[in-house]
Nanobody, 116 residues
């Protein structure tokens, strides 16, 4: 079973940037699709970005052009680079294995707060 540890969250001003790493252990991620999701208070968990084993990426409409997902299989790590952050990006961010919402394993979340 794979364990996922997400980090890098914090408080950032609007327009700022953050990079969230998610480190996996217990299994190699090279054979796994990986994804980032987020959940804001009172809202459903939603897809932020996902990346296939071959590097194909997909993004939620609200983050296209601002966020970038990447993977470093040698480090067993997937990253979420977030630029031009907005207050509406405030949420707990989760990484997971698998391409779909209902498949794979979830890591613990990391809080991102965008506020002046």
């Amino acid at each position: 079973q794979v364990q996922l540890v997400a980090s890098g969250g914090g408080l950032v001003q609007p327009g700022g940037s953050l990079t969230l790493p998610c480190v996996a252990s217990g299994s190699t991620i090279s054979t796994l699709a990986m994804g980032w999701y987020r959940q804001a208070p009172g809202k459903q968990r939603e897809l932020v970005a996902r990346i296939s084993t071959g590097g194909r990426t997909e993004y939620g409409d609200s983050v296209k052009g601002r966020f970038t997902i990447s993977r470093d299989n040698a480090k067993n790590t997937v990253y979420l680079q977030m630029n031009s952050l907005k207050p509406e990006d405030t949420a707990v961010y989760y990484c997971k294995t698998g391409w779909t919402f209902s498949s794979g394993y979830w890591g613990q979340g990391t809080q991102v707060t965008v506020s002046s």
